[in-house]
C-alpha cells in the first residue's frame, strides 16, 4: 500500500466523497476498533453533513473487548448508531442492514406518506485505508469486488450492490486520508497499517508500543515474553525482552533493532493478544 496525502490529493477525495453523499440515505463510517479516534478524520462530519450515520469498529477481533465496549458507549453518546464487526470472519455483519434499516426509517416514512413504494435504502463506506472498507463490502455483497487502488481519482463506474432486499451499497467506498498531525496518532496509525510504518521511526513507533503496553497491559508483556516485573526505564525493559530472545550484538549488546522488530510484528500479529490503543 502506498498512500501519498498531498494536499492536492486531500481536495480531490474530499469533492469525491462529497459527490457520492449526494447519492445516498445513509453514510457508513468504517473505524479501526482499535484505534477509534486515531482512524477517524474530523473531515467527516462536514463531508457527512445531516445524513444519518452509522459507525462500524471493525478488526475487533484484535481489539480489547472492554474497550470496545467503553467506545460503543462513547459514539452512542456522541447521537451515533454503533455495530462492531470483525469484516475478515463475517461476524457481526449481519446487523448492519437492520440498524441502516432503523436510521433511514424517517427516510421511508416520507416516502410511504407521498404514497410512493418505498425504495432499498442506498449506504455508501467511507474510511482511511486499510481499515477494511474492500473486505467489508465483500462481505455485504457476498462476493468479490475488485479492489480499486487508496488513491483518490481511480475511479470506475460505480455501482450499487443489493444487500438483501431493502439495502444497496456503493461498490466503491469514499476513502479519507488519515490525520497524523499529532506523533500519538501517527504512532497508532503506523501500529495498525493504516500508515507505512517506515513513515515513523521504527524504534521509537516501537518505544510508544512498549510504554503503553507497560501501563495498560502488563500482564500481557509479561506472559508474551517471560518476565515477571516490568522495569520502569524503557531502555532497562528493551534489555530484559532482548535478553529472553536472544537479540545480542557482539560485546553481549542488545540489538535495539531486532527487539523493536519482534514486539511490533507480535503486536501486528495478535501474538500479544486483544489490544486497544486508545481509550475514550
Ligand atoms: P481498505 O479497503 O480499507 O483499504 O482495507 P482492506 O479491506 O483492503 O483491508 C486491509 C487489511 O485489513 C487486509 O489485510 C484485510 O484482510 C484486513 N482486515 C479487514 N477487516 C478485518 C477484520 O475485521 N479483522 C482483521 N483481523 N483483519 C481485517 P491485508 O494484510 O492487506 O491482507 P491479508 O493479510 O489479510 O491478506
Redesign the pocket.
Known sequence: ?TIQWYPGHMAKARREATEKIKLIDVVIE?LDARIPLSSRNPVIDEIAGEKPRLIIL?????ADPAKTDQWISYFENEGHSVVV?????GKGIKSISEKVQLLAKPITDKMIAKGMNPRAIRALIL????????????RLANKKIA?IG?KPGVTKAQQWIKVGKEMELLDT?GILWPKFEDQAVGYRLALT?AIKEEIFDFQDTTVFLLRYLSKEYPRKLEERYGITHIPEDIVDLFDVIGKKRGCLVSGGHIDYDRVSEIVFRDFRT?KLGTITLETP
Do not use: A, W
Not at 58 to 62: A, R
Not at 127 to 138: A, D, E, F, Q, R
Open positions: 500500500m468504517l471493525n478488526k475487533s477481533d484484535l464487526v470483525d469484516s475478515q470472519k474510511g482511511i485505508p486499510n481499515v477494511g472498507k474492500s473486505t467489508l463490502i465483500n479492489k487508496d467506498p497499517g495478535g
